[in-house]
């Protein structure tokens, strides 16, 4: 016989699953308290990572089903839940998610609800590097300088790859600037 779990997650210690567990129940599923699992982690932690799912994940048998109130409580990376949900499926689990109208991810139209979702969040991470790619390029054509300003000026720069030159130590001049041997090594390596 199938046993039914619930997985509720927040993200921060002041909010509570409790509207999640009242979700479940009007619904219309009874899921005993035992199997219902709640933790606080954020959503953007992988869910396997997660010490309350990796558990639930070891309690799940073949023919068991796992009911969650909305999709992000499985996480907020569509290919994080993509890939749980079909871990879950191999296994035999049939994940439900009620903001879906309760369908499973694992049947047949679960996976194509699936399919639209991953295809959305790849379109918006595609429009979003287009976007910061875009913006990079109008700042470099209005020649801003790009990444993190340097700690040193140009002629401070100058000076510590001639003095390189004349063989002063990494230790030396790192102690000097303040920077790390590997920052002056940089700065050695860089062209005037």
Do not use: W
Not at 155 to 183: C, N, P, T, Y
Request: overall charge positive; aromatic content about 4%; proline content about 1%.
């Amino acid at each position: 016989m199938a046993r039914t779990f619930a997985y509720c997650r927040v993200s921060t210690a002041d909010q509570s699953t409790d509207n999640q567990v009242r979700e479940i129940e009007a619904a219309g599923f009874t899921v005993e308290p035992k199997r219902v699992v709640t933790e606080t982690v954020s959503g953007s932690t992988a869910a396997m990572e997660r010490v309350g799912f990796a558990k639930l994940v070891d309690r799940l048998e073949d023919g068991d089903v796992l009911l969650v109130t909305k999709l992000d409580r499985l996480g907020r990376n569509a290919m994080d839940v993509r890939a749980t949900v079909d871990r879950l499926a191999s296994e035999g689990v049939r994940v439900h998610c009620l903001a879906l109208g309760g369908v499973d991810l694992t049947s047949p139209a679960g996976k194509m609800t699936m399919g639209v979702i991953n295809a959305v969040a790849e379109f918006e991470r595609d429009l979003l590097i287009e976007r910061t790619q875009s913006g990079l390029a109008r700042a470099k054509a209005e020649g801003k300088q790009l990444g993190r300003k340097q700690s040193l000026s140009n002629a401070q720069q100058h000076d510590i790859r001639i003095r390189r030159a004349l063989g002063v130590s990494l230790g030396v001049l790192a102690k000097e600037f303040g920077m790390s041997r590997s920052s002056i090594q940089r700065i050695e390596q860089r062209a005037d």
